[in-house]
C-alpha cells in the first residue's frame, strides 16, 4: 500500500473527526460541548485509525467493515470515558451493520471461512465477556459484553491469531492504563475506569496482526 494513500486516509479521517465529535456530544446523557482537548483528541484519534485501517487493508472488500469499526471506535470511547457506558444507539446497530459489510466482503472475495470465523468469534468474545460480568459486574458491565460480540466479529473474520491478541491485548491495556491513573491519583483503588476504550485499543492492536 502507497505510503501517500494512508497519509491522505488520514487526513480525511480527521476531517471526519470533528464530525463524530458532534455524534459523540449528541449521544451523552446531559447533552454539552467538549473542550478543545477533547475535539483535538477525537480529530487526531479519528485520522491514526482511518490511516491505520487503510495501511492494513487497502482498497481490499474488507475496508468498509473496518473503517466503520474506526469510526464508531471513536464514539464509544469518547462517551464511555465522559460517562462511564457504551450507548446502544451505537452498540446495537453495530450488530447489524457489521456482519453485513462482513458478509458483503466475504461474497466479493469467496472468503467463507472468514465470516465463519467472524461468527464464531463474535459468539466466543460475547460468552467470555457475559461469564466475567456475572462473576465480577462492578468490573465488567453489560455494555462492555455487548461491544465484545462486535469486537469478537470484527478480530474473528481475520483469524485467531488476531482474535486472541486483540482480546488479551484490551487486558494489557486496561491494566497499563490503570496503574497509570493510579500513580497519578486519577482514581482510587475503588474506583473504576471505563474498559470500553481498552477493548478497542486491543481490538486494533488485534488488526495489526491481521
Do not use: C, H
Request: hydrophobic share 65%; charged share 10%.
Amino acid at each position: 500500500m502507497a505510503p501517500w494513500l494512508s497519509i491522505v486516509a488520514g487526513l480525511i479521517g480527521a476531517a471526519l473527526g470533528v464530525f463524530l465529535t458532534g455524534i459523540a456530544e449528541r449521544m451523552l446523557r446531559i447533552r454539552r460541548r467538549f473542550a478543545w482537548p477533547v475535539r483535538a483528541a477525537v480529530t487526531v484519534s479519528t485520522g491514526l485509525l482511518v490511516a491505520l485501517v487503510v495501511w492494513e487493508f487497502g482498497v481490499g472488500w474488507e475496508l468498509p467493515a473496518y473503517l466503520y469499526l474506526a469510526l464508531i471506535a471513536v464514539v464509544l470511547s469518547v462517551v464511555d470515558i465522559n460517562e462511564k457506558r457504551l450507548p446502544n444507539a451505537l452498540v446495537y446497530p453495530s450488530l447489524i451493520v457489521l456482519p453485513i459489510l462482513l458478509t458483503l466482503a466475504a461474497a466479493a472475495s469467496g472468503a467463507w471461512q472468514a465470516l465463519l470465523g467472524a461468527f464464531l468469534g463474535g459468539a466466543a468474545l460475547f460468552a467470555f465477556y457475559l461469564v466475567l460480568a456475572l462473576i465480577s459486574p462492578g468490573g465488567i458491565g453489560m455494555g462492555d459484553v455487548k461491544l465484545a460480540a462486535v469486537i469478537g466479529l470484527a478480530l474473528g473474520y481475520l483469524g485467531w491469531t488476531p482474535f486472541l491478541v486483540g482480546a488479551f491485548g484490551a487486558f494489557l491495556i486496561g491494566g497499563l492504563v490503570s496503574l497509570v491513573a493510579l500513580t497519578l491519583r486519577r482514581v482510587t483503588l475503588r474506583g473504576s475506569i471505563p474498559f470500553g476504550p481498552s477493548m478497542l485499543a486491543g481490538a486494533f492492536l488485534g488488526v495489526l496482526f491481521a
